[in-house]
């Protein structure tokens, strides 16, 4: 199985798509325990990049993913910009000149876009943070590595581990971010950034899909 | 959701427009990336100071750029941090070759975003320092979380280092003066209602017609606690106990007293939030030397009122008497 430019780009409309209809869900997480702008943010931001997309679509896959984040980071403002676009920009640097992305390189694209969110927001796993759904996924994902077990297998598990993460920011009490002023209050919402991710990681596992269903038809 | 607007996707845009058209004389203001500049920028030899944040707070800040205060200020989308383009073409606009301040709110998104502006304007050979205001008493803080919000001390550093830069004060005497002001400023604020970000049309959150939030920033976001509303005079002690505890302000002292409007509090209750609190500090030999009352860092139509208070030296005072001339705050000029 290999993923094409074709593929990062319909990963990307697909993400846009989904912030714009869960738009309102996301922002009313976000008015729980924040300040009610996440849906708004990326809905703007994925917009943005779609609009761009055209600009880069016959480029290598990093330049792709590069000019997303850069666009991210132009458009989406809040905590989210700079940590989604720092997270595709350090993707982008793993595949920098690279055509088609095979299982290995994407792991370690999606290891690096952690460790980008990580360094830029100074965020541990357990402080109801994006981190908290994207973290878990990853290291299904790494765990896997070496096994014979099919690719697609593996990202389903990663993709229920991402949701199981997401889910298990509900009772977590924050300390970073917006809904830390909130102090214990802050328990018993899903963070929104972690939904957000959620949906990321869906769109990711929707393009696998796509790529290992026209690997059989060719061969 | 009723509001005098037009559309909601140019709410900010047309507010933009409205201030160049009626304060020409002291501003500009710059689309795309967006941000309100000083008419007379870059100033040569003077340190630029810049701030930013989301719209809804107005007048903070694009309302106070000009003499004395900020010179240039970078406006979000409602409630959310602006992006580096907007801080980073602000820093180029304003560098008059003596570096450029950049006044931060604590948010975790503020902070990221001036910091990557800060890392672009640096790579083209502009000096640019960092002050974080993290005043917030209602935040408990700690190394390792987000810690305080920055909130109504925000309003009191631009206009003092913006004194002091207009004074001739280089980069890092204006970033000794601004965390001085941090350290020693303190807020709290509260509410009586929501209020509703145009994007969303509905209120953020919904309070009983016999409910309060104790401790709420100013993005319409809930606060630390919800109460049973209660008279003025003993909603101002919780929050000037709160206050006084945390520097802790003593006896002697000479403050700054900011009564702050939330932007749907008239102004005839912020005189009592004042005169509750001229009480408290007469009581604990505190002397308010200067006062600040009115809507100056509000959270669209919120109701409720914050409180600040500085503690002031010869130099803070000095400094915050000096002229001042922007389109929200002017005296001596
Ligand atoms: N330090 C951090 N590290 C990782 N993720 C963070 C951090 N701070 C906030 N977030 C994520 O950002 C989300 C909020 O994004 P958004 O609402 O767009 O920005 P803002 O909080 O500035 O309004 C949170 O739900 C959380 O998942
Ligand atoms: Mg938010």
Redesign the pocket.
């Known amino acids: 199985m290999l993923i094409t430019a074709g593929h990062i780009i319909r990963f990307l409309e697909r993400v846009a798509y989904t912030m714009h209809t869960q738009r309102e869900e ?1 922002t009313q ?2 008015a729980n ?6 849906g708004t ?2 809905d703007r931001g994925f917009a943005a990049v779609v609009s761009k997309l055209p600009t880069v679509a016959d480029k290598d896959v990093g330049t792709i993913l590069k000019t997303t984040g850069m666009t991210l980071i132009s458009t ?6 700079p ?1 989604y676009g720092t997270a595709f920009i350090r993707a982008a640097g793993v595949l920098a000149g690279v055509e088609t992305v095979n299982p290995e390189q994407l792991v370690a694209a999606l290891e690096a876009a952690l460790e980008g ?2 360094t ?4 541990q796993r357990g ?7 994207i973290a878990p996924g990853v290291d299904v994902l790494k765990a896997a590595q070496g096994t014979d077990e099919p690719f697609l297998a593996v990202a389903e598990r990663a993709l229920a581990a991402v949701e199981a993460g997401m889910q298990a ?1 509900i009772p977590m009490l ?1 300390t ?5 002023y909130l102090g214990e209050r802050s328990i018993g919402f899903q ?7 959620f949906y990321i990681a869906q769109a990711l596992f929707a393009m696998l899909q796509e790529a290992v269903a026209q690997a059989e038809v060719v061969s | 959701m009723k509001k005098l607007i037009n559309t909601v996707e140019d709410v900010v845009k047309e507010s933009l427009e409205g201030m160049a058209a009626a304060h020409a004389d002291l501003i500009a203001v710059h689309y795309d990336p967006d941000f309100v500049v000083r008419a007379d920028a870059p100033i040569a030899g003077k340190v630029g100071i810049i701030s930013g944040g ?1 719209s809804g707070h107005e007048p903070m800040h694009g309302g106070f750029v000009g003499k004395g205060m900020l010179d240039a200020a970078c406006p979000g989308a409602i ?3 602006p992006v580096p383009d907007q801080m980073l073409e602000a820093t180029k606009a304003v560098n008059g070759g003596a570096g450029v301040l950049h006044i931060v709110k604590n ?4 902070v ?1 975003n001036f910091e990557l502006a800060a890392e672009l304007a640096q790579a083209e050979g502009i000096e640019v320092a960092a002050v974080i205001v993290n005043d917030d008493v209602a935040v408990k803080d700690s190394t390792w979380t ?1 810690g305080r919000r920055g909130v109504g001390t925000t309003v009191l550093m631009e206009k003092i280092v913006g004194a002091a830069a207009e004074g001739g004060a280089n980069l890092a005497e204006c970033t000794r003066i601004a965390t001085k002001v941090n350290d020693h400023g303190r807020s709290m604020g509260m509410a009586l209602t929501s209020c509703i970000v145009p994007a969303n049309g509905k209120p953020t959150f919904d309070l009983g017609e016999n409910e309060m939030e104790i401790g709420v920033g100013i ?1 319409g976001e809930p606060g630390r606690t919800r109460m049973e509303l209660k008279s003025a005079r003993e909603i101002v002690e919780i929050m000037a106990e709160a206050i006084l505890t945390d520097l802790p302000f003593a006896s002697g002292d000479n403050v700054l007293a900011f009564v702050n409007g939330m932007g749907g509090t008239p102004l005839i209750e912020l005189y009592i939030v004042y005169n509750e609190l001229a009480k408290i500090c007469a009581a604990k030999g505190i002397t308010i030397a200067r006062h600040l009352i009115g809507d100056y860092i509000t959270s669209l139509e919120m109701a409720g009122a914050s409180i600040t208070l500085l503690k002031l030296d010869d130099e803070l005072t000095r400094l915050w008497d000096a002229p001042v001339h922007t389109p929200a705050l002017r005296w001596g000029a």
């Open positions: 996301l997480l976000d325990i924040g300040d009610a702008d996440h943010n990326l989406v403002g809040g905590a989210s910009g940590l969110v990580q830029r927001g100074k965020a402080e109801k943070t994006m981190i908290d759904a920011t924050a970073k971010g917006r809904a830390s963070d929104p950034g972690a939904t957000s991710s | 989301g409630f959310t941090s948010y975790t998104g503020d990221m987000a993005h």
